[in-house]
């Protein structure tokens, strides 16, 4: 599966009140409404600039904190194509996966936001068609990305009726 | 085969003897969820299993409300409706409005060693604190927990903080798991499980033991784990439940990441904003004029945590240009609090005592700073907006610091007070 869209660069350590600030949990029932505010405590005028089909690119540990999975459920409801970071915190990681988030580790250092970015899950890789760069992707281990090819946990789980290990 | 506490509860759990780094299948002892991440948790399980889905085991599956307490708006009362029927349609335990904190509720009534432990909260990690494996996991995973009462898990590796020396006064176990932050870093246990160790967190009573766990997670950590010990049985038993069950603990020459902290000498710490690994010793922030003081949260909310800010708030007022609110983590801190004076000497101090709660912890429901505003807390996180403006400022500190800084009116080191 190939995607493309522009990237927005985030630093390291982005979390999950920067992602969906607790000031807007009132419209958790509501998850367009929460959407509308995603990476707004990062960059206030992150979702102007944003189209959807644009991707997300950060340094290291992106989603620490929270459990909360309207954190990564926000980023795909905002149409979020994919995070790619230098690595991810643990629970935000996975619940980006079971809400079917592609959530890719690599070297972000050469991209810059605005790039024009071709993603290639299958492939494990990301070009950057801006500057002609090809990075690497890290594997996804394989039970998560079993589970990302049904488009998250539930619609694995009602197909193939449990996981095996 | 030598191997962690952290092993020997997964292999117990998954029913074949495992190492760090396998993926496992393992069965859940209790599942926790509370008014926040309940929803989804429910949809995700009633998706998996249909509209007239039961859970695995009423038994082991425990929820209680406790980040908008009392319900804060017409929409957190809907959503305690909505869930207080879901917990009557499956006759599972739900302590509703009326316990406090979830976690707190999790260790005053249900966590024993051993146990594998989910909660739909990222703090959940604090019930290691009495040597049972618990992590905090995404609505999703629950939905799945809810369904079949088991998950899916890669057994983490173990780092041991070996901590050892003499705590000065009014140095606690906030400001270990402070100083461990801020040497390891807001990832420096990411996928590991954080087991405190050493002559230090030995003589640790329950409450700072818990608080340490609690933070865990500030450093990315799955769990935060103290082998169980006297002081484990002794609580257990002050909670009216003795445990008399199997022990299990690391063996000998298991294999751990070592990272050694002698506190002797060390002063009170502060995290800094907005990063909770932000960490510096109180001399470096002495000063800063304050707004809002917190003491309570799952991290320092207990007895103990408020035994300490009486006695030195006892006779003395709130500064003017400083509100501070108070709220016990349980309704059992909170009685005891109360029979023992304590809240008392919080409300002639000028302090608002809230009944058990997440309060401003969760920066969504009441007690908010304001645009330039700054908090002192005793919580565990100090992201940008966490409570509040995200043009406030929040510095997180033990209850003795917050106590001292409500009566002086900036962050006021309080060993050098009285």
Not at chain 1, 149 to 160: A, C, N, T
Request: charged residues 25%.
């Amino acid at each position: 599966m190939k995607m493309v869209g522009r990237a927005w660069k985030f630093g390291d350590d982005i979390s999950t009140d920067h992602i969906t600030p607790g000031r807007y949990y009132h419209l958790r029932s509501n998850m367009p409404e929460l959407a509308k505010h995603v990476m707004e405590d990062a960059d206030p005028d992150f979702m102007k600039k944003f189209r959807p089909g644009d991707f997300i690119v950060a340094g290291k540990n992106f989603g620490m904190g929270s459990s909360r999975e309207h954190a990564p459920l926000a980023l795909k409801i905002a149409g979020v194509s994919a995070v790619i970071a230098k690595s991810f915190a643990r629970i935000f990681y996975r619940n980006a996966i079971n809400v079917g988030l592609p959530v890719l580790i690599a070297d972000t250092d050469s991209i810059d936001s605005g790039d024009e970015l071709e993603v290639d899950l299958g492939k494990g890789l990301v070009v950057n068609r801006t500057k002609g760069i090809e990075i690497r992707v890290k594997p996804i281990p394989e039970v998560m990305l079993k589970i990302l090819h049904e488009g998250g946990l539930v619609s694995y789980v009602k197909k193939h009726g449990d996981i095996k290990i | 085969m030598a191997q962690t506490l952290v092993e020997k509860i997964f292999s117990k759990a998954s029913g074949k003897e495992v190492k760090a780094g396998e993926f496992v299948m393992a069965n859940i002892d209790l599942a926790m969820i509370h008014d926040i991440t309940a929803p989804l948790a429910i949809k995700a399980f009633r998706e998996i299993l249909g509209s007239d889905a039961k859970v695995w085991d009423k038994s082991k599956v425990i929820m209680a409300f406790d980040h908008q307490v009392p319900a804060d708006s017409v929409h957190a009362a809907e959503n305690h409706k909505m869930l207080r029927k879901f917990a009557e349609e499956q006759g599972i335990l739900n302590y509703d409005v009326k316990g406090g904190i979830a976690h707190q509720i999790m260790v005053e009534n249900h966590v024993e060693p051993g146990m594998l432990i989910v909660g739909a909260d990222s703090h959940t990690c604090m019930y290691g604190a009495l040597g049972a494996f618990a992590t905090g996991i995404g609505s999703t995973d629950m939905g799945f927990v809810l369904a079949m009462g088991k998950l899916w898990f890669k057994v983490p590796e173990s780092i041991r903080f070996n901590v050892h020396g003499k705590l000065e006064k009014h140095v606690y176990g906030k400001d270990i798991v402070l100083k461990l932050i801020g040497m390891v870093g807001a990832d420096g246990a990411n996928y590991k499980a954080c087991i405190y160790s050493g002559e230090v967190v030995e003589k640790l009573g329950m409450s700072d033991r818990l608080t340490m766990c609690n933070m865990a997670i500030e450093m990315g950590g799955k769990a935060g784990i103290v082998e169980p010990d006297k002081t484990t049985l002794e609580y257990l038993k002050a909670m009216g439940r003795p445990y008399e069950g199997e022990l299990l603990k690391s063996d000998e020459d298991a294999e751990f990441q070592e990272v050694e902290l002698d506190v002797t000498g060390m002063e009170p710490q502060v995290a800094a904003p907005h990063r909770v690994d932000n960490v510096v010793g109180i001399s470096e922030v002495e000063g800063t004029r304050v707004d809002q003081v917190f003491i309570g949260s799952c991290t320092n909310g207990r007895y103990e945590d408020l035994k300490i800010a009486a006695e030195i708030l006892k006779g003395e007022k709130v500064a003017s240009n400083v509100r501070l609110i108070v709220i016990p983590a349980s309704h059992r801190e909170y009685r005891r609090a109360l029979k023992e004076g304590l809240i008392e000497i919080f409300v002639d101090a000028g302090a608002l005592v809230e009944a058990p709660c997440c309060g401003p912890c969760m920066g969504g429901s009441f007690g908010l700073i304001a645009s330039g505003e700054v908090s002192v807390s005793t919580s565990n996180r100090n992201f940008i907006g966490r409570q509040g403006s995200p043009e406030g400022k929040i510095y997180l500190v033990n209850p003795a610091v917050a106590a001292a800084t409500a009566i002086y009116g900036e962050i006021t080191d309080p060993r050098k007070i009285k």
